[in-house]
């Protein structure tokens, strides 16, 4: 139990397009998700936390403009990177906070998406 | 506010080895929870443990054990015996359960382990 899926795994995109990055909660339903940023060589940087039926909350630096992040239903949360350039190339990692869950605080996350843009 | 500090950017070992991988952490709350992600080099992250403020028993996992110092805000991870299959990047992180926004993970840095034969 317990699985995250994105879509898509990877992609390949010209500068000043957008992209929209899938994350699902598979087999339950995810009141909260995070989005994570991962550049090549570093670690994970928390870019927004998003909750059903109301606006993302976004970290310190990370443009709200630039990604726009739509938790719509229970277990789908999307991201869209708007107008990307190659600076935006990174993995893209999302996770979902099991309700209740006997951890109280553990995420389950997706297999990430690469985003490289020419 | 929370931090957590993996001072060893990369470790290499010969395999049947054991090495230790190390995690400090601060807080300024007295319920937390600390965690070790395995991600390997197709990028998924692998759970490994968590762990409360409140349990400082050590845990062992086959080849896998985890030692939790509340004095030293420490909670180091070791692999006894490594294997080529241990070579990965690891992550210590910490999450507050006061936090209010809903329970978000720091991590660490990360530690590159390269496990050769």
């Known amino acids: 139990g317990a699985v995250v899926s994105q879509h898509p795994s990877w992609v390949i995109c010209k500068s000043g397009t957008s992209v929209k990055i899938e994350c699902r909660s598979l087999?339950?339903?995810?009141?909260?998700m995070f989005w994570y940023r991962q550049f090549p060589k570093q670690s994970l940087m928390l870019m927004a936390t998003?909750?059903?039926?109301?606006?993302?909350?976004?970290e310190q630096g990370v443009e709200k403009d630039k990604f726009l992040i739509n938790h719509a239903s229970l277990t789908l949360s999307t991201l869209t990177v708007t107008s990307a350039h190659p600076e935006d190339s990174s993995f893209y990692i999302c996770?979902?906070?099991?309700?209740?869950?006997?951890?109280?605080?553990?995420?389950?996350f997706g297999p990430g998406t690469r985003l490289t843009v020419l | 506010a929370q931090k957590v500090t993996q001072a060893q950017t990369e470790i290499s070992v010969v395999e049947k080895e054991d090495v230790t991988l190390d995690c400090v952490y601060e807080?300024?709350?007295?319920?937390?929870?600390l965690f070790w992600y395995k991600q390997p080099p197709s990028g998924e992250l692998v759970f490994l443990i968590r762990?409360?403020?409140?349990?400082?028993q050590n845990e062992i996992s086959g080849r896998y054990s985890w030692n939790f110092q509340k004095s030293t805000s420490s909670f180091n991870f070791t692999i006894t015996a490594s294997q080529v299959v241990d070579s990965a990047v690891y992550f210590c992180?910490?999450?507050?359960?006061?936090?209010?926004?809903?329970?978000?993970?720091?991590f660490g840095g990360g530690t590159r382990l390269m496990v050769k034969p």
């Open positions: 762990r409360n403020s409140f349990d400082e």
């Open positions: 998003s909750n059903e039926g109301s606006k993302a909350t976004y």
């Open positions: 087999d339950f339903q995810a009141t909260t």
């Open positions: 996770s979902a906070r099991v309700p209740g869950g006997a951890g109280n605080n553990e995420q389950f």
């Open positions: 992180a910490l999450s507050e359960a006061s936090n209010n926004a809903g329970n978000m993970l720091t």
């Open positions: 807080t300024r709350d007295t319920t937390y929870y």
